[in-house]
């Protein structure tokens, strides 16, 4: 019976799987699809993983339990924001690490399967962008997540009397380690969840988001160490738990109890700004995947044009346009000579009337090379010309005055992997047939080191491009340089109707909280909106409609402490992390010395 049973949910599996993959091939936008299809498929290997098992009930009960785990801590992130499942919603994987120290099988699938499905839940909708990038995200980081479970596993069986508390630390270091390099994809970063619960985290201002990592797994590993068997086991409740454990309890309780504390004190001591700025925002929803790109730039530059009319005064001081405004339908532009393009002379003569008015847009655009400069990573070649000439693709933003002939420009340099960036092209050459599926290219997007800014009178903006607003500490370059505002061009659209732009829309508030500046988002399509220092939205727009919103925001040069120091909780993580492993290291070594002499004693 329970074969036909398994036989029935394999069927009704491919069923599925078949019949997803199907409408995927016919339908030009996929919404949930990819949730489906990536579940379907998992599915089945655990199906098929299972039978490899004798106690069949008992492997079931477990990968209910480690499912349970991962769908909490799914439901933490936006859209849904229960973050405070968080706090317990690791334990599985604990009690996972518990039973792979015994050599317990399956554990090692277990906590595989943790990951893998956390990583499903909450970003399957990169799918929607190009199936390739959901494939890699979800499965390439789960396997990367289960480095710092190695690490904190070879740790308590060398150094036992530290248990799974220097795991906090190896997770920290992985996920700071996943902002830096070229194959980055922090979305994941557990300390993101709390955007939804900005009002407990206001102390992001000193730790950055690291710091709500930090008190995550915190809080978990002290629930873990109330000990025992895990709670599917039966042999606990909740009652006799807390009796035999009111200490620990209370300590629990405190280590949740005091941050939110904390942060409401902050909360309530933070003022607005008190320099205030007039900004409008346009939100003028081309769909990218087949509209945006194919439509001529003068229907485009009507509805920018209509849009913004209705939304600016004499007093506005910004208007901002989202990622990619212009540059990609009709000719290219050049910046090199962006003052003589004739769009530009378009805005710059939409802006006559508004003389104190600056025009903030996304552009794409190429940089001709002189024959003075060398050919850099992301350098191309002109194929139609006689001599050796190169250029450079720039996902770019650019701010107009007509007053003005200076035109910044500043180049998106955080890119994202596969569609922006090649990563490691000189290690991995065979890898260029998958990037190329993802719709990006060997050379990749041209960057640049320094954050630039663009300035208005008296008031300076940090000019921030789609993916790059997920990196804290990367985006302090900004303040560095002045920035009393954050402006966040993006095109969220990619995703289509999913929690996709909603995360990306609620991590900014993060970026407000830890830096202490406003974030005034403008997309394509997705949801604009503008977001105080406390990290509170206000005027967010709905997906799929074109739309124009004005607010008067509080620009600020105050710094807050982690925009002076930056990620400390972070490096510091890297730095315990390298200390605990080249301990172990050392331990093993003299492990095997003492026994190779106990050997060779024995021998004379």
């Given at each position: 019976?329970?074969?036909k049973?398994k036989l029935?949910i394999?069927?009704?599996?491919v069923?599925?799987f078949?019949l997803?993959a199907?409408?995927?091939s016919?339908?030009?936008?996929?919404g949930?699809?990819?949730?489906?299809f990536?579940l379907?498929a998992?599915?089945?290997?655990?199906?098929?993983?299972?039978?490899?098992?004798?106690?069949?009930?008992?492997?079931?009960?477990r990968l209910l339990?480690?499912?349970?785990g991962?769908?909490l801590?799914?439901?933490a992130?936006?859209p849904y924001s229960?973050t405070?499942?968080?706090?317990?919603?690791?334990?599985?994987l604990f009690?996972?690490m518990?039973?792979a120290?015994?050599?317990k099988?399956?554990?090692?699938f277990?906590i595989?399967?943790?990951?893998?499905?956390?990583?499903?839940?909450?970003?399957w909708w990169?799918a929607n962008a190009a199936?390739?990038?959901g494939?890699?995200?979800i499965?390439?980081?789960?396997m990367?997540?289960l480095?710092?479970?190695?690490c904190?596993?070879?740790?308590k069986?060398y150094?036992p009397?530290?248990?799974?508390?220097?795991f906090?630390?190896?997770?920290?270091?992985?996920e700071q380690?996943?902002?830096?390099?070229?194959?980055?994809w922090p979305?994941?970063?557990?300390g993101?969840?709390?955007?939804g619960f900005v009002?407990w985290?206001?102390w992001y201002?000193?730790?950055?988001?690291?710091?709500?990592?930090?008190w995550?797994?915190l809080?978990?590993?002290?629930i873990?160490?109330?000990?025992?068997?895990?709670?599917?086991?039966?042999?606990?409740?909740i009652?006799?738990?807390?009796?035999t454990?009111?200490?620990?309890?209370s300590a629990?309780?405190?280590?949740i109890?005091?941050?939110?504390?904390?942060?409401?004190?902050?909360l309530?001591?933070?003022?607005e700004?008190e320099?205030?700025?007039e900004i409008?925002?346009v939100?003028?929803n081309?769909?990218?995947?087949y509209?945006?790109?194919?439509?001529?730039e003068?229907?485009?530059?009507?509805r920018?044009?209509?849009?913004?009319?209705t939304v600016?005064?004499?007093?506005?001081?910004?208007?901002v346009?989202p990622e990619?405004?212009?540059?990609?339908?009709?000719?290219?532009?050049?910046?090199?000579?962006?003052k003589?393009?004739p769009r530009i002379?378009?805005w710059?003569?939409?802006l006559?009337?508004?003389?104190?008015l600056?025009l903030v847009?996304g552009?794409t655009?190429?940089?001709?090379?002189s024959?003075s400069?060398?050919?850099?990573?992301?350098?191309?070649?002109f194929?139609q010309?006689?001599s050796?000439?190169y250029?450079?693709?720039?996902?770019?933003?650019i701010?107009?005055?007509?007053?003005?002939?200076?035109?910044p420009l500043y180049?998106k340099s955080?890119?994202?992997p596969?569609?922006?960036?090649f990563?490691?092209?000189?290690?991995?050459?065979?890898l260029?047939?998958i990037?190329?599926?993802?719709?990006g290219?060997?050379?990749?997007?041209a960057?640049?080191?320094?954050r630039?800014?663009?300035i208005?009178?008296?008031?300076?903006?940090?000019?921030?491009?789609?993916?790059?607003?997920?990196y804290?500490?990367?985006m302090?370059?900004?303040?560095?340089?002045g920035?009393q505002a954050?402006?966040?061009?993006?095109?969220d659209?990619w995703?289509?109707?999913?929690p996709?732009?909603?995360?990306?829309r609620?991590f900014?508030?993060l970026?407000a909280?830890?830096?202490?500046r406003?974030?005034?988002?403008s997309?394509?399509?997705?949801?604009s909106c503008f977001?105080?220092?406390?990290?509170?939205i206000?005027?967010?727009?709905?997906?799929d409609?074109?739309?124009a919103i004005?607010?008067?925001v509080?620009f600020?040069?105050r710094?807050s402490?982690?925009?002076k120091?930056?990620d400390l909780?972070?490096y510091g993580?890297?730095?315990i992390s390298?200390?605990?492993m080249l301990t172990i290291i050392?331990?093993?070594g003299y492990?095997?010395?003492?026994?190779?002499?106990k050997d060779f004693?024995?021998i004379n």
């Open positions: 019976m329970k074969n049973l029935i394999v069927i009704a599996l069923f599925v078949s997803v199907w409408r995927m016919i339908l030009p936008l996929w949930v699809l990819p949730l489906l990536f379907s998992w599915m089945l290997i655990v199906l098929a993983f299972e039978s490899q098992f004798k106690t069949v009930p008992e492997f079931w009960k339990f480690t499912s349970t991962a769908i801590l799914s439901l992130f936006p229960l405070p499942f968080a706090l317990f919603a690791l334990l599985p009690h996972l518990d039973e120290l015994l050599k099988k399956s554990s090692w277990l595989f399967h943790f990951f893998v499905l956390w990583n499903i839940l909450t970003t990169v199936l390739m990038p494939i890699v995200a499965w390439l980081n789960s990367l997540m480095i710092p479970v190695w904190g596993l070879q740790t069986k150094l009397g530290l248990g799974f508390w220097p906090l630390f190896y997770w920290i270091a992985f380690i996943h902002h830096q390099w070229e194959i980055s979305w994941l970063t557990i993101n969840a709390w955007s009002s985290v206001q201002e000193f730790t950055g988001t690291f710091g709500g990592t930090a995550t797994i809080i978990n590993l002290l873990h160490q109330f000990g025992g068997r895990p709670i599917y086991s039966g042999e606990h409740s009652h006799t738990i807390w009796r454990h009111k200490i620990k309890g629990i309780l405190l280590a109890l005091a941050p939110v504390c904390f942060s409401w004190v902050i309530f001591r933070t003022a700004p320099k205030e700025v409008a925002v939100q003028a081309f769909e990218p995947h509209e945006k790109f194919e439509i001529g003068s229907v485009q530059f009507h920018f044009d209509s849009l913004s009319r600016i005064r004499p007093s506005t001081q910004y208007l346009f990619t405004s212009f540059g990609e339908a009709g000719a290219v532009l050049r910046s090199n000579h962006l003589g393009d002379q378009y710059k003569n939409f006559d009337s508004f003389p104190d600056a847009t552009i655009s190429i940089r001709e090379l024959d400069e060398t050919p850099g990573r992301a350098s191309r070649k194929i010309t006689a050796e000439k250029y450079e693709v720039e996902n770019a933003a701010q107009i005055k007509a007053n003005s002939d200076s035109i180049r955080r890119l994202v596969g569609a922006e960036i990563p490691y092209r000189e290690w991995l050459p065979f260029k047939p990037v190329d599926k993802l719709g290219s060997l050379e990749g997007l960057t640049q080191e320094n630039e800014v663009f208005n009178g008296n008031h300076i903006i940090a000019p921030v491009i789609c993916y790059e607003s997920i804290g500490d990367y302090r370059g900004y303040l560095k340089n920035a954050i402006f966040v061009m993006t095109n659209g995703w289509d109707d999913t996709g732009y909603i995360q990306h609620e900014s508030k970026r909280i830890e830096l202490r406003p974030v005034i988002r997309a394509n399509s997705g949801s977001i105080n220092v406390k990290g509170e206000s005027q967010a727009t709905a997906y409609i074109p739309i004005r607010e008067t509080g600020t040069d710094t402490f982690f925009a120091y930056g909780i972070g993580s890297r730095f390298l200390a605990i050392a331990l093993a492990q095997k010395l003492m026994a190779k002499s004693m024995k």
